[in-house]
């Protein structure tokens, strides 16, 4: 007699994300939504301001997903998300999760000052952080977040980007809030997990995810989950979490840690990058993976 | 009970009388005692509120925004520099149809920098959907504040209650605070039909094509239509309750006279002083202070103005380019219709230089030696 299969779900089977949103065909920011609705089940509402993920959503009167949705202005997520908290608990209501979720411009540049006023005083939100390096909704502009190298539409190949990306999670340490965790949409279980794990602490919680977007990134859009791997693999976007500002613990360790130049070479934004610069991001990459290492609890 | 306060105390006690269940605030002078004795009260517990202590009136008016939603009652107040910070998130409030209450007190624009009362800030904001209650006394600030929240909450439009920097935020005069229990009969819980909640799922302000747009600020204007009346019915209905009237002008003197001003803010009180020396001495003038701006109560204008000889409209406020903003309400509240007084304009009292009742005996005198009204601006004690 043949052995029975049996399967076990390593994620909650609830969908709250339905079909027929608007994202282009491989949007990394859609698994993100998904995975993340999953973790925090319908008791949720989410500040949404301008981003891709204002239009994904779906138009008026539509939405694609069962949780209520606050579309706020761009640089607003953490303050809006900050009354709707106080307005449910002045009205009977502390048990619905609140989320900001904005794009890494609506956190990295515009919403940074709202952003590090709710962190500052310890909102109980939570701020996700969908990063796909670039303005993408209004066309694939540079944001704070657009790595070293990279071209945009306002740092064309000839005046490409020549500052790194800021580190935002160093910022967001630097505020002392509980819990900060980085995620990628390749590791559904590891990002559910920490978010789950968010979900029970009180105060101030900042996750930044990996969301890579083939439109943006000029790559195959079957290749985003494997871009967003090869950044977990290679280093490029570590899996971490910090807790209180400096208990850093790393999630996946990196016995083999690959090389960027694959990473790299299957980016149309990247295709201009002489083999000297690539070696010059491998160098940071591998400085920045140092340092995190130095600073993981032993 | 009678209680001698300021001006900025009389928007807190407005605020708590309302049971505000979030405040969310940024200091800027000349507001700051609004938000410190509101603190003061949440500390104490004398009023059961959140009081979010924002980074920037932006995230102060966006806090309020997302408290609104989630169905609870918000306010907060602020001034000039803040007001203008705010901008983008007013038209939010008002085509989000979220009934926040605000208070704004009048200060100058910088630069160069000012701290002193005129009223470009608020008149600024004036196309963003808000109704607005210009205010001339420290019990009218805080009956005010009462009133425009049950008149927001019917309509689900924003008001700003607004009042003159130092002249009146500033100013200690005698009120008669009201009792809790009276304004709660007044003034019922805020219990909106839709709100932000995981029970019944939502999403608000998405993305909206032009098949559905122009309806919703349509439905903005209509609702912005029955204000007026029910800015009135409300009035009534408080004074039956307080003993105060909260209409949407005050005509002083009006009713039989051949000569009107037609002020705004603690101005109209300073011309009805004037009013009653002319008054005496033969001439039959009169006052009409324009209380509520937004929505302009074209009809009440017209039809308090329709018996006078001349109107004379002193405006604490410029539209460069343009007219006093005042003056030009006015005017378009008069043009097409046959037995209309002859307006005219000036501008006084900015950047809170005082408007003495010399100014208004100058701009009389200018207003009497003329017979027609052309399109000159006069800019009363302005050193040329
Ligand atoms: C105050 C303001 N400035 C500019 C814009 C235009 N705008 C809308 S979305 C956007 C970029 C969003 O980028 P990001 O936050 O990275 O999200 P993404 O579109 O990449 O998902 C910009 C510049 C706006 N809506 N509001
Ligand atoms: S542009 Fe990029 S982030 Fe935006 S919907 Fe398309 S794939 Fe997703
Ligand atoms: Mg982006």
Redesign the pocket.
């Known amino acids: 007699m043949k052995k029975e299969k049996k399967m076990t779900l390593t994620l909650p089977a609830e969908e709250l994300m339905a079909c027929g949103h608007?994202?282009?065909?491989?949007?990394?920011?859609?698994l993100a939504m998904r995975y993340m609705l999953k973790a925090l089940g319908q008791k949720t509402a989410l500040c949404i301001p301008a981003c891709?993920?204002a239009?994904?959503d779906g138009p008026y009167p539509y939405s694609s997903l069962d949780v209520p949705i606050y579309h706020c202005a761009f640089e607003t997520a953490a303050s809006t998300a900050t009354g709707v908290k106080a307005g449910l608990e002045m009205t009977g209501d502390s048990e619905t999760t609140v989320v900001a979720w904005a794009?890494d411009g609506g956190t990295f540049d515009i919403g940074l000052q709202a952003l590090s006023g709710a962190a500052e005083r310890n909102e109980d939100i939570i701020y996700v952080c969908?990063d796909?390096e670039a303005y993408?909704?209004t066309g694939?502009q540079r944001s704070s977040a657009t790595p070293y190298g990279a071209w945009t539409t306002t740092t064309p190949v000839k005046h490409f980007k020549t500052r790194p990306k800021k580190d935002i999670v160093a910022i967001m340490a630097a505020h002392r809030i509980p819990y900060i965790a980085t995620a990628s949409i390749s590791h559904p279980e590891d990002f559910v997990k920490k978010m789950r794990k968010a979900k029970d602490i009180k105060g101030t919680r900042f996750f930044h995810v990996y969301?890579?977007?083939?439109?943006?990134?000029k790559s195959r859009?079957e290749d985003?989950v494997k871009l967003a791997r090869m950044a977990v693999q290679n280093a490029y976007f570590p899996l971490c979490e910090i807790e209180d500002g400096d208990k850093v613990t790393l999630n996946l360790k990196l016995k083999d840690k690959k090389p960027v130049n694959d990473y790299i070479r299957i980016q149309g934004r990247f295709r201009h990058l002489t083999e000297a610069q690539v070696a010059s991001i491998q160098a940071e990459v591998d400085a920045r993976w140092e340092r995190l290492l130095k600073n993981c609890a032993v | 009970m009678k209680k001698v306060m300021m001006g900025n105390h009389a928007l807190s006690y407005g605020a708590m009388l309302s049971r505000s269940q979030v405040i969310a605030a940024y200091p800027i002078t000349p507001q700051t005692q609004v938000v410190e004795l509101l603190s003061e009260m949440c500390a104490d517990g004398t009023l059961d509120a959140r009081f979010i202590k924002v980074e920037s009136e932006h995230s102060a008016m966006a806090a309020c925004i997302g408290a609104s939603v989630a169905g609870a009652r918000a306010f907060t107040a602020t001034s000039s520099q803040g007001l203008a910070l705010m901008h983008e998130m007013l038209h939010w409030a008002a085509g989000g149809r979220h009934p926040i209450v605000m208070g704004n007190i009048n200060r100058s624009m910088a630069p160069g920098w000012s701290i002193w009362t005129d009223q470009n800030d608020s008149l600024s904001e004036r196309d963003t959907g808000w109704m607005q209650y210009y205010c001339a006394s420290n019990q009218e600030v805080l009956d005010t504040v009462i009133q425009a929240f049950k008149v927001s909450e019917r309509l689900m439009i924003p008001g700003m209650v607004i009042l003159d920097a130092f002249a009146l935020s500033h100013t200690y005069e005698v009120v008669d605070v009201p009792d809790q229990a009276a304004v709660d009969k007044y003034l019922p819980p805020f219990k909106p039909a839709i709100r932000l909640t995981p029970s019944d799922p939502r999403a608000f302000g998405g993305l909206t094509g032009a098949e559905h747009y122009m309806e919703l600020r349509y439905k903005l204007q209509k609702d912005m239509e029955k204000a007026p009346a029910l800015i009135e019915e409300t009035g009534r209905e408080f004074e039956k309750i307080f003993g105060r009237n909260l209409g949407l002008v005050d005509a002083y003197r009006c009713d039989d006279a051949d000569f009107v001003f037609v002020t705004s803010g603690t101005a109209g009180f300073t011309a009805r002083v004037v009013v009653d020396e002319f008054r005496k001495s033969g001439l039959k003038a009169g006052n009409l202070r324009i209380k509520v701006f937004r929505p302009f109560p074209f009809a009440k204008v017209r039809e308090v103005l329709k018996k006078v000889k001349k109107a004379a409209v002193v405006d604490r406020n410029c539209s460069y380019g343009a007219h006093g903003i005042f003056y030009q309400e006015v005017k378009s509240a008069l043009y097409g219709e046959a037995g209309m007084p002859p307006v005219f304009g000036y501008i006084a009292g900015l950047g809170g230089r005082d408007i003495t009742t010399d100014s208004f005996k100058e701009v009389a005198a200018h207003a009497l030696a003329k017979d027609k009204a052309d399109e000159e601006i006069v800019w009363i004690g302005v050193k040329k």
Request: glycine share 14%; net charge neutral.
């Open positions: 608007l994202a282009c065909q491989g949007c990394g920011a859609t891709c993920w239009v994904i794009g969908y796909n993408m909704n694939i969301a890579p977007c083939p439109t943006g990134w859009p985003t």
